[in-house]
């Protein structure tokens, strides 16, 4: 595989240090892994933090800023980062007002953010967590017990920290989080394998003319494998697995995100297929996002994820928003 890389044991430090290039507004600790908005620790306001294996960029690094996380912590390629990681996060962006820890549920992720809880605890920072499990595909898999966490974390990520730019204490924050979580439900579809810099060429095999339904965002098994389907009836197939778990009755955040290798003109027609898909099952889609957000390195594939929303979550939506992954209003 020709991968644009020096070597596999640098990948990381690499793009951190284009980060911090490309980024001022971002203060980047390579050595110890971790980005930090430049003004933190913001004065009076509730401190996001969030983090994960490196591969899924832009999340979570590049949800660093205003109106979205004042932390991220990158692990190695699909590696949970470590304790140490977020205690130092949580000290570099702590106000006082205390520190939410946005966890997507994987088994080293679980462990190490809980451990990091009680160290930042230890140092006299007030830790609340939040579990994203947005999975609907399957129930566990080779990385987590439970559901996976995949694009919610996104819309936990940008709606709680709207609420904590707004001055939200930390309890109120944290209700939101969860509540984004809860009516949220996200599917993915694989078109290809993805591959890690360390092996250098496919994770899993998936061969030529198939696809994996329900394909998690580590290459994890999904429910089938089936013959490639038309980007239609993998709209209707992913929009009925979706609805089916969450049964919205109110509009819905609509995400249709690829997963590293999709370009933008397949993304959109495969948009237009889940809001036909939508509107045949009465779905109402208040806002949509599209393109890569919540990535498997090079993996061709998508996923959609629905967020059922009321009035007040759209609005927290809407808040302007400035990352380097995501940014919207003044």
Known sequence: ??????????VVADALRGLAACHPELTVDI??????????????????????GSGHEPLHGGFVGPGMLDAACPGEVFTSPVPDQMVRAAAAVDSGKGVLFIVKNYTGDVLN??????????????????????????????YTAGRRGTGATLFVEKIAGAAAEEGAPLE???????????VSRSFGVALSACSTPAKGGPTFDL??????????????????????????EIADYAVEVVVEDLRPDNPVLLLV??????????????????HRALGER??????????????????AGASITLCQVDEYLLRLWDVPVRTAGLRWGA
């Open 1 to 10: 595989m020709k991968m644009l890389i020096n070597v596999p044991e640098t």
């Open 31 to 52: 050595e110890n892994r971790v980005i930090v908005r430049r003004d933190a620790p913001v004065e009076g306001k509730v401190a996001l933090i969030s983090g994960g």
């Open 282 to 299: 009465q779905v109402a889609v208040a806002r949509t996002l599209v393109g890569n957000y919540v990535t498997s390195l090079d993996m």
């Open 172 to 182: 109120r924050v944290e209700s939101i989080a969860r509540r984004v979580n809860e």
């Open 113 to 142: 953010f809980d451990m990091a809880a009680e160290l930042a605890e230890d140092e006299g920072i007030q830790v609340a967590k939040v579990l994203v499990n947005d999975d609907a595909a399957v129930t566990d898999s080779l």
């Open 207 to 232: 061969p030529a003319g198939e696809l994996e339904l329900g394909v998690g965002i580590h290459g994890e098994p999904g429910r089938e494998r089936r013959a490639m389907m038309t980007s239609r």
């Open 257 to 274: 995100n690829g997963m590293g290798a999709t370009p933008q003109l397949e993304l959109y027609g495969f948009a237009a297929e889940v």
